[in-house]
């Protein structure tokens, strides 16, 4: 498990640094930009040299046992203070930034001096690719290597996620807040790997052992490190990627609503502002589908409006009736009576004969609804129930496009 953890982990780095980099080509003197840079680039190593075979590698190629691992824990050090660094810079004044990012650097440089001191009184002898944390935890050199780096790693992520949750709550743009939210939800995670961590030290004190708990501990440090990458990134893919589901969601109306809007165009020919394609071009139409959806909106709507004379209060009842029997209710009832009142009028329309009450104009058959979404969402509803009716008798011959079954 810890390898797949690894290899993914080790992937989303390298994607999130490639997109990254792509911006700071743009605009390479931005030091928050290149900092994340930086933090893509360590967390891509950690998870990378981490990997068992290139643990194995790194030190056959040192030849100093374990030395995979203290690479890996600096490049995670490094990467706590870099994401310091980062949000430092968007929270403080430019001068300010640079003065408190200037110590920040230097705390890192020091921790990471620690560290490797601390590594080398510790002189391994054992390669311990699976287990070197748990191995060495009775080290009195090793319990201070530990301490120090758990230390770090704590106050850092605790830090990102304090931080990012709370300027989540005031980030004007909202896949910017979004991209806060994961970022904290993964520091947070990322808290139960250094708890973990944590409790292998006091272990040692306090006579108690978390060796149950060691997948556990790479499972929230390797998805916490996954969801923080995504968090940083997300303001930049995420409004693509949402501009992508729209698509995909005005598409699927548009072609939802074709049987009711053909069925009341072929009554009804002037509501169409452009003249129709048939069935086939109305489903390979890709573009400008914002305006083509409204459009097919207030073209239904338009042709329920003129043929208001042609359905009275007792074709609702009647529908009401029917629908209550096959057990509808709600949304789902309501919706059928409108198809049902829909497809009598076009049936009255088709043979010249007017309802025996018809609605008045200012009742067209619908609830008023203030927007556009909101209205569309509704016609699929009486679109689906439309095209689950019965199918019509053939209209004339000049009526228009034929309705397609869906």
């Given at each position: 498990m810890v390898t797949v953890l690894h290899s993914l982990g080790a992937l989303a780095a390298w994607c999130g640094l490639f997109y990254k980099v792509r911006a700071l080509r743009k605009d390479p003197r931005d030091p928050a930009l290149l900092a994340l840079c930086a933090v893509f680039a360590l967390s891509g190593m950690s998870f990378f040299v981490s990997l068992p075979p290139v643990w194995v590698?790194?030190?056959?190629?040192?030849?100093?046992?374990?030395?995979?691992?203290?690479?890996?824990?600096c490049c995670v050090l490094s990467l706590v203070f870099g994401q310091q660094v980062v949000l430092t810079y968007w929270a403080r004044p430019p001068e300010e930034a640079r003065r408190v990012a200037r110590w920040q650097l230097g705390a890192c440089a020091a921790a990471v001096a620690a560290l490797i001191t601390l590594f080398c009184l510790l002189t391994p002898t054992d390669q311990r690719v699976k287990d070197?944390?748990?191995?060495?935890?009775?080290?009195?050199?090793?319990?201070?290597?530990?301490?120090?780096?758990?230390?770090?790693?704590?106050?850092?992520?605790?830090?990102?996620?304090?931080v990012c949750r709370r300027y989540a709550k005031v980030a004007g743009r909202t896949w910017?807040?979004?991209?806060?939210?994961?970022?904290?939800?993964?520091?947070?995670i990322c808290l139960g790997y250094g708890a973990v961590r944590a409790g292998n030290v006091l272990g040692t004190v306090f006579h108690f052992d978390l060796r149950a708990w060691e997948d556990v501990a790479w499972l929230c440090g390797d998805v916490g490190s996954a969801l923080t990458l995504v968090g940083w990134t997300l303001p930049g893919w995420g409004p693509r990627v949402a501009a992508v589901g729209n698509w995909l969601r005005a598409y699927h109306r548009h072609r939802r609503l074709y049987p009711l809007w053909a069925a009341l165009h072929g009554a009804v020919p002037t509501i169409a502002l452009t003249p129709p394609r048939g069935a086939l071009a109305d489903r390979l139409a890709f573009g400008q589908l914002e305006f083509r959806l409204y459009r097919r909106v207030i073209e239904i709507r338009d042709g329920q409006l003129a043929l208001r004379a042609f359905a009275g209060p007792e074709d609702e009842e009647r529908a009401g009736r029917e629908g209550?029997?096959?057990?509808?209710?709600?949304?789902?009832?309501?919706?059928?009576?409108?198809?049902v009142r829909t497809r009598t009028a076009l049936e009255r329309r088709s043979q010249g004969r007017a309802a025996a009450a018809a609605r008045a104009e200012e009742d067209a058959g619908h609830a008023a609804r203030t927007d556009l979404a909101a209205e569309t969402a509704w016609l699929v509803r009486v679109a689906t129930a439309f095209a689950a009716l019965p199918r019509a008798p053939r209209q004339p011959a000049d009526a228009g496009v034929p309705a397609e079954r869906v």
């Open positions: 590698q790194v030190d056959r190629i040192t030849g100093v046992p374990n030395m995979a691992a203290v690479l890996a824990q070197f944390t748990l191995y060495y935890v009775h080290d009195p050199y090793y319990v201070a290597y530990l301490s120090l780096y758990i230390a770090v790693y704590l106050v850092g992520e605790a830090n990102v996620c304090r910017l807040r979004r991209g806060l939210r994961v970022t904290a939800a993964g520091a947070f209550r029997a096959a057990g509808l209710s709600g949304e789902a009832l309501r919706a059928h009576v409108e198809a």
